[in-house]
């Protein structure tokens, strides 16, 4: 009889424990301090993370990149960029948008906040490893003009499965479309002779982003004022990268219960179990500071018709989900 009490109180104890593991969760915010725009990527096994560090833009010179496993515990990599190594870089750092090609990583960001006549725009840096250091790839922006009426900012790279390089961008509610060259220093003209398309969808402000699901292209964007609580997540489906891209509703958005002003997100998506899970910025309840951003994570669901269903914001983020 001893034995059995023994027997069912480690019993007892050991499903304690798995449950505990099983229901480890990421918590939101996901890290540490004011952290906007962020990217998720996926290389490898290992999920990185890539945000702005939401300051005042005199104050905003460089990034921070973390990295994590499981999306529950994450590692921070302090200043994989900043302004000793971006010369032309003044203020105002943010956005950050990275992809691999052959074996590099390259980092694309906004500075500057330029406007016409100024130095800034759209920059890339390089390195071999996804958490830096970064070296700047042009010595220059890559675009500095405002063109279609787009401020160029917010760039979002993204890769077709036919190999295309694609990079859309913009602020003052307009966005562009372009193709990248292969070595990210230039761009490549579309076959009518345009190097920038306009595809500015519904009430578009800034933050676009694509992905593919299902053969479908999936294409988001933020609404409303970055500093207050109208800042919202819209998106459309499409046949093509280049759109057309009509919208389909707001998908995240304010919860008075949870947080405010919900936007510049990104989306990830682990093969292995198949999940999807949109990482964005938010205020907290009661800030009173645009500046105070934080980095949150929510799982993304779908209904049958392939449709985003509206995001439910929580405090308890979302479960661990290593990639391997």
């Known amino acids: 009889m001893k034995n059995f009490s023994r027997f069912l109180l480690f019993a007892v104890v050991a499903i304690a424990v798995a449950s505990c593991v099983k229901t480890k969760r990421s918590g939101n915010p996901i890290i540490e301090g004011w952290y906007a725009d962020p990217e998720c990527v996926i290389f490898g096994d290992t999920y990185y993370l890539y945000p702005t560090w939401s300051q005042k833009f005199k104050d905003q010179l460089h990034f921070d990149a973390f990295s994590s496993k499981d999306l529950v515990t994450w590692t921070k990599h302090e200043r994989i960029i900043d302004n000793t190594e971006i010369k032309w870089l003044t203020h105002a750092?943010?956005?950050?948008?990275?992809?691999?090609?052959?074996?590099?990583?390259?980092?694309?960001?906004?500075?500057?906040?330029?406007?016409?006549?100024?130095?800034?725009?759209?920059?890339?840096?390089?390195?071999?490893?996804?958490?830096?250091?970064?070296?700047?790839?042009?010595?220059?922006?890559?675009?500095?003009?405002?063109?279609?009426?787009?401020?160029?900012?917010?760039?979002?790279v993204f890769k077709d499965t036919d190999g295309t390089y694609y990079m859309y961008y913009g602020g003052w509610k307009h966005c562009n479309v372009c193709k990248l060259n292969d070595d990210?220093?230039?761009?490549?003209?579309?076959?009518?002779?345009?190097?920038?398309?306009?595809?500015?969808?519904?009430?578009?402000?800034?933050?676009?982003?694509?992905?593919?699901?299902?053969?479908?292209?999936?294409?988001?964007?933020?609404?409303?004022?970055?500093?207050?609580?109208?800042?919202?997540?819209?998106?459309?489906?499409?046949?093509?990268?280049?759109?057309?891209?009509?919208?389909?509703?707001?998908?995240?958005?304010?919860?008075?219960?949870?947080?405010?002003?919900?936007?510049?997100?990104?989306v990830i998506h682990n093969p292995r179990s198949g999940k999807y899970y949109i990482v964005y910025h938010r205020?907290?309840?009661?800030?009173?500071?645009?500046?105070?951003?934080?980095?949150?994570?929510?799982?993304?669901?779908?209904?049958?018709?392939?449709?985003?269903?509206?995001?439910?914001?929580?405090?308890?983020g979302v479960n661990a989900d290593p990639l391997k």
């Open 93 to 156: 750092l943010w956005a950050p948008s990275i992809i691999e090609k052959d074996g590099k990583y390259y980092l694309m960001f906004s500075c500057n906040n330029v406007h016409e006549g100024e130095i800034g725009g759209i920059g890339v840096a390089v390195a071999d490893n996804p958490a830096g250091p970064f070296k700047d790839h042009l010595g220059k922006p890559l675009i500095n003009e405002i063109i279609n009426g787009a401020q160029p900012i917010d760039q979002f």
């Open 283 to 316: 205020h907290p309840l009661g800030s009173t500071d645009g500046n105070d951003r934080r980095t949150c994570i929510d799982e993304m669901l779908f209904d049958e018709e392939g449709n985003i269903l509206p995001i439910k914001m929580t405090f308890e």
């Open 184 to 266: 990210f220093t230039g761009f490549v003209p579309f076959e009518d002779g345009e190097i920038f398309k306009e595809v500015t969808p519904g009430e578009y402000v800034e933050g676009p982003f694509m992905f593919i699901r299902n053969g479908k292209y999936y294409f988001m964007w933020s609404e409303g004022k970055w500093t207050r609580d109208n800042y919202r997540v819209q998106y459309a489906i499409a046949d093509s990268p280049l759109g057309p891209f009509e919208p389909r509703g707001v998908i995240l958005q304010t919860d008075k219960n949870i947080g405010t002003g919900a936007g510049h997100h990104s």
